[in-house]
């Protein structure tokens, strides 16, 4: 036997919440599109159908229902992404930028880690800010 289809039913304020989250520029393009998701199947869509649409598996449309149904809005937001938060900022590269653009010498990059320990407090190795920066320039460039 069959489970019955899988489908949400939203009062007039829960429509109009998800539809305000699937415009607004504030929230990621994934959450805008998992309230799209659960607006389609308020209207009656089936799961097949709104996979199809957005070009995804129907499982993660199904997974999308069931943190609609579990969490509400809450359950539409991105979770935290694995891994270390940054030591650095953007703004402790732009000083090291600044102090190669503007001194006529050439620095090492256990020099440049030095400098970012003393000015910054931030501790790099050698490695680490080498990929930062041939990442930094790769970007540039293209």
Known sequence: MSSPPLRVFLTKAQDEKLLELSKSATVSQKTRDRSHVIRLSARGWKVAKIASYFNVSKLVVRNTIHRWQEREISGLEDTPKP???????????????????????????????????????????ERHLRRILKKKLYV???
């Open 83 to 125: 891994g270390r938060k940054r030591k650095w900022q953007p703004e402790d590269l732009a000083e090291i930028e600044q102090k190669l653009e503007t001194e006529p010498r050439t620095y090492s990059s256990r020099q440049l880690c030095q400098i970012l320990a003393n000015t910054r407090k931030i501790q790099l190795s």
């Open 140 to 142: 540039e460039e293209n």
